[in-house]
């Protein structure tokens, strides 16, 4: 079984900045994409932030284009999400995922983690 394991979550300022990382538990799942979603209150979860197995492609929701940056780092089977100038509207629970099929294929992410928390307060 597959684990996903986010942190780096907190409370941050408008206009701040953080960092999320998701660590896998087998390196057969360097050879996924990996991808982040948001969840906010009352609201469905929506797609971040995609990467490719070999981190050549990545891809964005235009909500967060130019702020976050998502990568990974294969020899430590861990993904990130670089976020910069944080809104009040970026609040949610931060859930990374993955998946065998390509980065955008959405309805393809099987493996999730159990999320992580984001606050940006205005």
């Known amino acids: 079984q597959v684990q996903l394991v986010e942190s780096g979550g907190g409370l941050v300022q408008a206009g701040g900045s953080l960092t999320l990382s998701c660590a896998a538990s087998?390196?057969?799942?360097?050879?996924?994409?990996r991808a982040w979603f948001r969840q906010a209150p009352g609201k469905e979860r929506e797609f971040v932030a995609a990467?490719?197995?070999?981190?050549?492609?990545?891809y964005y929701a235009d909500s967060v284009k130019g702020r976050f940056t998502i990568s990974r780092d294969n020899n430590k089977m861990t993904v990130y999400l670089h976020m910069n100038n944080l809104k009040a509207g970026d609040t949610a629970v931060y859930y990374c995922?993955?998946?065998?099929?390509?980065?955008?294929?959405?309805?393809?992410?099987?493996?999730w983690g159990q999320g992580t928390q984001v606050t940006v307060s205005s």
């Open positions: 995922a993955a998946t065998t099929a390509q980065p955008m294929a959405l309805y393809e992410y099987n493996y």
């Open positions: 087998r390196r057969s799942f360097t050879t996924f994409s």
């Open positions: 990467i490719s197995w070999s981190g050549g492609s990545q």
